[in-house]
């Protein structure tokens, strides 16, 4: 059993915390505004509301949907939506807020420029189940396999580290498919059913609330693999417009 303890603040600025986890998010803000501003695929007015709007969008749609998983009801604890050093913030919240304040922005043009966002954003999912990690939270199903984690005396699988490694087959499979010339909305899509999958594996080595055998993870990641591969197969079919 592997004994693990990093502190999850990286510095303090007087009495504010700068933790990993945080840290994390900027670094993807950041990412996806200059990833977007070297491929020039939006002029430089236009890229800057997105990543606003995107951000914003991500940072609600992420917050809300991991507080209500947690179950807080935040018609009666509206603060709690603010004391974000609590945690609770779920991706697929995030990806649905982030889709929202992408399309305010771009309209017809969101299926185009999302092939660009995802590939800077696979790769900071990696970072972020890292700082996950370092957090000691989403923890692994009680194992006795001998790479397992103490958490709290306990042996866990290491599901952050599964995830992260997950990610990382993610960001290589995104990052070459954009380097093609597919049609659009092909790299975003691939993205999308790479994310499912994945998702629906590592989740299995998480400790998880079952229905039916599956957490809602779990089968929001089945809805993103269905229309992973129904787009594909569709734009495959129709011989959509190359990006």
């Given at each position: 059993m592997?004994?693990?303890?990093?502190?999850p603040v990286l510095?303090?600025?007087?009495?504010?915390?700068?933790?990993?986890?945080?840290?994390?998010?900027?670094?993807?803000?950041?990412?996806?505004?200059?990833?977007?501003?070297?491929?020039k695929?939006?002029?430089?007015?236009?890229?800057?509301?997105?990543?606003?709007?995107?951000?914003?969008?991500m940072?609600?749609?992420a917050?809300?949907t991991?507080?209500?998983?947690?179950?807080v009801?935040?018609l009666?604890?509206?603060?709690?939506f603010?004391?974000?050093?609590?945690?609770?913030?779920?991706?697929f919240?995030g990806?649905?807020?982030?889709?929202?304040?992408?399309?305010?922005?771009l309209?017809?043009?969101l299926?185009?420029?999302s092939?660009?966002?995802v590939?800077?954003?696979?790769?900071?999912?990696?970072?972020?189940?890292?700082?996950?990690?370092?957090?000691?939270?989403?923890?692994?199903?009680?194992?006795?396999?001998?790479?397992?984690f103490?958490?709290?005396q306990?042996?866990?699988h290491?599901y952050?580290?599964?995830a992260?490694?997950?990610h990382?087959?993610?960001?290589?499979?995104?990052?070459?498919?954009?380097?093609?010339?597919?049609?659009?909305?092909?790299?975003?899509?691939?993205?999308?059913l790479?994310?499912?999958v994945?998702?629906?594996?590592?989740?299995?080595?998480?400790e998880?609330?079952?229905?039916?055998g599956?957490s809602?993870?779990q089968?929001l990641s089945?809805?993103?693999?269905?229309?992973?591969?129904?787009?594909?197969?569709?734009?495959?079919?129709?011989?959509g417009q190359?990006?």
């Open positions: 592997i004994e693990f303890n990093i502190d510095f303090h600025i007087g009495n504010l915390e700068i933790r990993y986890y945080g840290l994390v998010y900027f670094l993807g803000i950041i990412l996806v505004y200059f990833y977007l501003k070297k491929k695929v939006i002029e430089e007015e236009k890229l800057e509301r997105l990543v606003l709007y995107l951000s914003v969008g940072l609600i749609g917050r809300i991991g507080l209500i998983s947690q179950g009801n935040l009666k604890e509206p603060l709690e603010f004391r974000i050093w609590n945690g609770g913030m779920s991706f919240g990806f649905l807020g982030a889709l929202i304040g992408g399309y305010v922005v309209k017809k043009e299926l185009k420029i092939d660009f966002v590939v800077p954003l696979s790769l900071v999912l990696i970072f972020g189940r890292l700082a996950n990690f370092i957090n000691q939270e989403l923890i692994g199903k009680v194992t006795n396999v001998s790479w397992c103490s958490v709290n306990v042996c866990r290491p952050t580290l599964y992260a490694f997950g990382l087959i993610l960001f290589l499979i995104v990052y070459f498919a954009s380097r093609k010339n597919y049609r659009r909305g092909n790299v975003f899509f691939t993205f999308i790479g994310y499912g994945l998702r629906l594996i590592t989740d299995f080595f998480k998880r609330t079952e229905i039916f599956l809602i993870w089968y089945i809805g993103f693999i269905v229309a992973g591969i129904y787009y594909l197969v569709r734009n495959r079919k129709n011989k190359t990006i």
